[in-house]
């Protein structure tokens, strides 16, 4: 055959491999090609996605030719194909979902004809039973021969490949037990149930990856490149960082980047979860996928469309999903002992009653074949993984990045969430709040201190300058700028010295009683930064400063606080501005802590329960490990992407509400799935016992509660915010 695989050398291993497998429907699908292509020489590395179906691995072709392994996954009955198929992006090699979109319908699938065929065979047996009574016996023969065949071949070939305890194994031996002790109908509806179910699983599976697979649609297919005094259409992929790309109103935004010209709005809710469409003009970062409202932009692209924020999102996600929260890998460890206990059982079903107490074989061959059925561990191995899978794809969608099952689990068992509180409850931005003119009008005591600090790239100075710039106020020709470590900065205006610093260096330069004590210590009360202007040494007026809260910031502590999540910040800020800005939003607080301050405060409340921290994801690394979780505030950025157990993308406070609240959901939905799981097995095992349940009630049981957990589990994709849960 030709061979298309992509591939990159590996010196020494053989050759890295990429495949698209096909007909996956749940995690024990995965550990069965896994074990399968692990027994083959000269495989190492081996990794299967389920959920973007994604096999890699490394292959000595020495010892094993690919077509082997090819061969190896067609015979356990899956799909298989080269990944180059799918559209793969540059430098890390990531599959996104663009095949996975065009799957095929359900009944153009393998399992879609099989299940066809099956039920056609079960329907003319039945309809031959009718007309002929004679051969009612046999009528339903063909129907469970053709299961029993296309099951039992691939029971064989699982069980040749290291995995005996299959599915398939258990329900080919019932089928096969059902026929010799002349239960024919009842072997060609177990047959006929089993394929729907299979192929219900894989409908709802396929179901599950919608959410991932709607975010790669949000991103267009072609983009109007700027060239010249002309745009023309391109494809996205060939867009290149520094080239120019037209946005107009109502397109999606092709491409991250940066705008080069042009003020508009744009809904960037589907990346960022921001409800609010989000202004941007001159300089503003925009998203891929984001669509614009009003004015037409010019952007200058940033990122490569293999690597643009939605491209990197579904491979986080993708690694996410297929990362085994601890919930899961309990489950997988007990499955692995309870099916060989549940054949155990099934034997001695058959032996003890017609041995030891002359029990009569075709009643308790039955009912141990029965057993088998019920004992299937399908929907308790996908309890877990199914409502990991659909409440991170859930939070994906809402801007809420959680990179793993364990940190999915963790987040909702938190009892405090430490904040850092610059860029993270506040803005990270200083604005000016107050402006008093001591001498003079305030608009020229304005214009004076930006004059002098124009240039500068202090936040304070960034600040006063924005605030001259929005009150239309003009900067006046100035020389001698200089500044004066830990004082001030100063510059010759007008003939005049001009200073602009703190209120100690105003009462050095000026005298006691120069500036108004009082005024300060009411502004400093409030949290805010005071700083004095100067003209000649005197003082001529004060400008209030403050890193204001972020709006939502007080909306998400009263929403955690109604959720029992005991709140604290954590600043190196000084203590009356840490406590200002506490009041302000109702939480307590810790203030003027350094890096291992804050780790030795992080340790103490993991003393206490299970601990969040919430930071900028830069200078809060440090404690962003040290806690049970790291949630990085980001707004897309290459550290709230890579840094932390999870990442807020829409820097709205409030996510952190509707993280905890997701993660209990998630919590809960897994609870319920566990709980059909084995409560369905329970039942349906004292009805057999007591002769209740017939064969097709067995295998029933097995694959509704599969189809039950899978259904359940998908509910988590229909939230759409936080709604209160209690506290687990």
Same mark, same amino acid.
Not at 299 to 306: L, N
């Given at each position: 055959?030709?061979?298309? +695989?992509?591939?990159? &050398?590996?010196?020494?291993?053989?050759?890295?491999?990429?495949?698209?497998?096909?007909?996956?429907?749940?995690?024990?699908?995965?550990?069965?090609?896994?074990?399968?292509?692990?027994?083959?020489?000269?495989?190492?590395?081996?990794?299967?996605?389920?959920?973007?179906?994604?096999?890699?691995?490394?292959?000595?072709?020495?010892?094993?030719?690919?077509?082997?392994?090819?061969?190896?996954?067609?015979?356990?009955?899956?799909?298989? *194909?080269? %990944?180059?198929?799918?559209?793969?992006?540059?430098?890390? =090699?990531?599959?996104?979902?663009?095949?996975?979109?065009?799957?095929?319908?359900?009944?153009? +699938?393998?399992?879609?004809?099989?299940?066809?065929?099956?039920?056609?065979?079960?329907?003319?047996?039945?309809?031959?039973?009718?007309?002929?009574?004679?051969?009612?016996?046999? !009528?339903?023969?063909?129907?469970?021969?053709?299961?029993?065949?296309?099951?039992?071949?691939?029971?064989?070939?699982?069980?040749?490949?290291?995995?005996?305890?299959?599915?398939?194994?258990?329900?080919?031996?019932?089928?096969?037990? %059902?026929?010799?002790?002349?239960?024919?109908?009842?072997?060609?509806?177990?047959?006929?149930?089993?394929?729907?179910?299979?192929?219900?699983?894989?409908?709802?599976?396929?179901?599950?990856?919608?959410?991932?697979?709607?975010?790669?649609?949000?991103?267009?297919?072609?983009?109007?490149?700027?060239?010249?005094?002309?745009?023309?259409?391109?494809?996205?992929?060939?867009?290149?960082?520094?080239?120019?790309?037209?946005?107009?109103?109502?397109?999606?935004?092709?491409?991250?980047?940066?705008?080069?010209?042009?003020?508009?709005?744009?809904?960037?809710?589907?990346?960022?979860?921001?409800?609010?469409?989000?202004?941007? #003009?001159?300089?503003?970062?925009?998203?891929?996928?984001?669509?614009?409202?009003?004015?037409?932009?010019?952007?200058?692209?940033?990122?490569?469309?293999?690597?643009?924020?939605?491209?990197?999102?579904?491979?986080?996600?993708?690694? &996410?999903?297929?990362?085994?929260?601890?919930?899961?890998?309990?489950?997988?460890?007990?499955?692995?002992?309870?099916?060989?206990?549940?054949?155990?059982? #099934?034997?001695?079903?058959?032996?003890?009653?017609?041995?030891?107490?002359?029990?009569?074989?075709?009643?308790?061959?039955?009912?141990?074949?029965?057993?088998?059925?019920?004992?299937?561990?399908?929907?308790?191995?996908?309890?877990?993984?199914?409502?990991?899978? #659909?409440?991170?794809?859930?939070? !994906?969608?809402? $801007?809420?990045?959680?990179?793993?099952?364990?940190?999915?689990?963790?987040?909702?068992?938190?009892? +405090?969430?430490?904040?850092?509180?610059?860029?993270?409850?506040?803005?990270?931005?200083?604005?000016?709040? @107050?402006?008093? !003119?001591?001498?003079?009008?305030?608009?020229?005591?304005?214009?004076?201190?930006?004059?002098?600090?124009?240039? #500068?790239?202090?936040?304070?100075?960034? &600040?006063?300058?924005?605030?001259?710039?929005? @009150?239309?106020?003009?900067?006046?020709?100035?020389?001698?700028?200089?500044?004066?470590?830990?004082?001030?900065?100063?510059?010759?205006? $007008?003939?005049?010295?001009?200073?602009?610093?703190?209120?100690?260096?105003?009462?050095?330069?000026?005298?006691?009683?120069?500036?108004?004590?009082?005024?300060?210590?009411?502004?400093?009360?409030?949290?805010?930064?005071?700083?004095?202007?100067?003209?000649?040494?005197?003082?001529?007026?004060?400008?209030?400063?403050?890193?204001?809260?972020?709006?939502?910031?007080?909306? =998400?502590?009263?929403?955690? /606080?109604?959720?029992?999540?005991?709140?604290?910040?954590?600043?190196?800020?000084?203590?009356?501005?840490?406590?200002?800005?506490?009041?302000?939003?109702?939480? *307590?607080?810790?203030?003027?802590?350094?890096?291992?301050?804050?780790?030795?405060?992080?340790?103490?409340? /993991?003393?206490?329960?299970?601990? %969040?921290?919430?930071?900028?994801?830069?200078?809060?690394?440090?404690?962003?490990?040290?806690?049970?979780?790291?949630? %990085?505030?980001?707004?897309?950025? @290459?550290?709230?992407?890579?840094?932390?157990?999870?990442?807020?993308?829409?820097?709205?406070? *409030?996510?952190?509400?509707?993280?905890?609240?997701?993660?209990?959901?998630?919590?809960?939905?897994?609870?319920?799935?566990?709980?059909?799981?084995?409560?369905?097995?329970?039942?349906?095992?004292?009805?057999?016992?007591?002769?209740?349940?017939?064969?097709?009630?067995?295998?029933?049981?097995?694959?509704?509660?599969?189809?039950?957990?899978?259904?359940?589990?998908?509910?988590?994709?229909?939230?759409?915010?936080?709604?209160?849960?209690?506290?687990?």
């Amino acid at each position: 055959m030709q061979d298309k +695989t992509l591939e990159a &050398a590996v010196p020494g291993t053989g050759q890295a491999l990429r495949y698209k497998v096909a007909g996956m429907d749940c995690p024990s699908c995965v550990g069965k090609i896994e074990t399968a292509l692990r027994r083959l020489p000269g495989t190492s590395g081996v990794g299967l996605n389920h959920h973007s179906q994604i096999l890699r691995l490394t292959l000595d072709e020495a010892a094993t030719p690919r077509a082997a392994v090819e061969a190896t996954i067609r015979g356990l009955g899956f799909g298989v *194909e080269p %990944a180059d198929t799918l559209h793969v992006t540059e430098g890390n =090699g990531v599959a996104t979902d663009a095949a996975i979109a065009t799957e095929p319908r359900w009944w153009q +699938t393998g399992r879609g004809r099989i299940t066809i065929l099956i039920a056609l065979l079960v329907g003319g047996g039945s309809l031959l039973s009718w007309l002929a009574p004679g051969v009612a016996d046999y !009528a339903p023969m063909p129907a469970a021969l053709f299961g029993l065949a296309v099951f039992g071949r691939r029971a064989v070939r699982l069980a040749r490949s290291g995995s005996p305890f299959s599915i398939e194994m258990l329900m080919s031996v019932a089928t096969l037990g %059902a026929l010799v002790i002349g239960e024919a109908e009842e072997a060609a509806v177990v047959v006929l149930l089993f394929a729907i179910g299979e192929l219900l699983e894989g409908v709802a599976a396929g179901t599950a990856r919608s959410g991932i697979r709607a975010l790669s649609a949000l991103v267009p297919r072609t983009a109007l490149l700027i060239e010249g005094e002309s745009a023309r259409a391109v494809p996205v992929e060939r867009l290149e960082v520094g080239q120019l790309v037209l946005v107009r109103p109502g397109d999606r935004v092709s491409a991250d980047g940066v705008v080069e010209e042009g003020e508009s709005d744009i809904d960037e809710s589907p990346v960022t979860g921001e409800s609010v469409p989000v202004a941007k #003009s001159v300089g503003s970062p925009v998203f891929a996928g984001g669509i614009n409202a009003t004015g037409v932009l010019r952007v200058r692209v940033t990122r490569k469309a293999s690597d643009n924020t939605i491209a990197r999102i579904v491979q986080l996600v993708e690694e &996410a999903q297929a990362a085994k929260s601890p919930t899961a890998r309990w489950i997988e460890r007990f499955s692995a002992r309870y099916t060989p206990a549940v054949i155990a059982v #099934s034997v001695l079903t058959v032996l003890v009653p017609p041995l030891a107490f002359g029990g009569d074989w075709h009643t308790w061959v039955y009912r141990g074949l029965a057993l088998l059925l019920i004992g299937c561990p399908c929907a308790l191995v996908l309890s877990t993984p199914a409502a990991i899978a #659909s409440g991170i794809a859930a939070g !994906a969608r809402r $801007g809420l990045l959680i990179k793993g099952g364990a940190a999915l689990e963790a987040i909702g068992k938190v009892r +405090t969430i430490a904040f850092d509180k610059t860029g993270t409850l506040t803005l990270g931005q200083p604005r000016v709040t @107050d402006i008093v !003119a001591l001498d003079g009008s305030e608009r020229t005591l304005l214009g004076l201190a930006a004059t002098v600090e124009n240039g #500068s790239a202090h936040p304070l100075a960034r &600040a006063i300058l924005e605030r001259a710039a929005a @009150d239309g106020v003009p900067l006046r020709p100035a020389r001698d700028r200089k500044a004066v470590p830990g004082r001030a900065v100063q510059a010759v205006v $007008g003939g005049r010295l001009i200073e602009v610093g703190s209120p100690r260096h105003a009462v050095v330069r000026a005298g006691a009683g120069s500036v108004p004590a009082d005024t300060v210590a009411a502004f400093e009360e409030e949290g805010k930064t005071v700083a004095v202007v100067l003209a000649d040494g005197r003082p001529v007026g004060l400008l209030a400063l403050r890193d204001e809260p972020r709006p939502d910031a007080a909306r =998400g502590i009263a929403a955690l /606080r109604g959720l029992g999540v005991r709140s604290v910040m954590l600043t190196g800020d000084n203590r009356r501005t840490g406590q200002a800005v506490a009041r302000t939003l109702g939480l *307590e607080v810790e203030a003027e802590l350094l890096p291992e301050d804050k780790l030795r405060a992080i340790a103490g409340l /993991r003393g206490q329960g299970t601990v %969040a921290m919430i930071g900028d994801g830069i200078n809060d690394g440090p404690a962003l490990a040290a806690a049970d979780v790291g949630i %990085a505030m980001g707004g897309g950025t @290459d550290v709230a992407l890579e840094t932390a157990d999870a990442a807020l993308l829409g820097n709205r406070v *409030e996510g952190v509400a509707d993280l905890v609240t997701l993660s209990r959901a998630t919590l809960a939905n897994i609870h319920q799935n566990v709980a059909f799981a084995l409560g369905l097995k329970a039942i349906f095992l004292v009805t057999t016992l007591f002769g209740i349940t017939d064969l097709w009630l067995a295998i029933l049981a097995d694959t509704g509660a599969t189809i039950l957990v899978t259904l359940n589990a998908l509910r988590l994709l229909r939230r759409t915010g936080a709604s209160p849960a209690p506290a687990l």
